[in-house]
């Protein structure tokens, strides 16, 4: 079992930036995606959920209207489309795959995203 994610890096207050999260090793499409995030000193948060076979996505009062999570069942993999960041959301950006029947889930090793002028 593998997420590995990718696309994090250095952006400017009010730029993008897309996080992306391979999968492999399980049933993708059975599994409810999250991305989380972990500020320096902070707890890890949850950002953004996207279930399994359809479902509204669900998003923190943080990121609603900046943020749009994304999941592509054939290649197994979400993404994170990230808007208007701010300085605020600097963070490690996890990905989190989680089912009914593994609660506990999967995680992967994190991606820096860093917003700063």
């Known amino acids: 079992v593998q997420l590995v994610e990718s696309g994090g890096g250095s952006v400017q207050p009010g730029g993008s930036l897309t996080l992306s999260c391979a999968a492999s090793?399980?049933?993708?499409?059975?599994?409810?995606i999250g991305w989380y995030r972990q500020a320096p000193g902070k707890e890890r948060e949850s950002v953004a959920t996207?279930?399994?076979?359809?479902?509204?996505?669900m998003y923190a009062d943080s990121v609603k209207g900046r943020f749009t999570i994304s999941r592509d069942d054939v290649k197994n993999m979400v993404f994170l489309q990230m808007n208007s960041v701010r300085p605020e959301d600097t963070a490690v950006y996890f990905c989190?795959?989680?089912?009914?029947?593994?609660?506990?889930?999967?995680w992967g090793q994190g991606t820096q995203v860093t917003v700063s002028s």
């Open positions: 090793g399980f049933t993708f499409s059975s599994y409810h």
């Open positions: 996207v279930p399994s076979f359809g479902g509204s996505t």
């Open positions: 989190h795959a989680y089912s009914w029947t593994d609660v506990n889930g999967h």
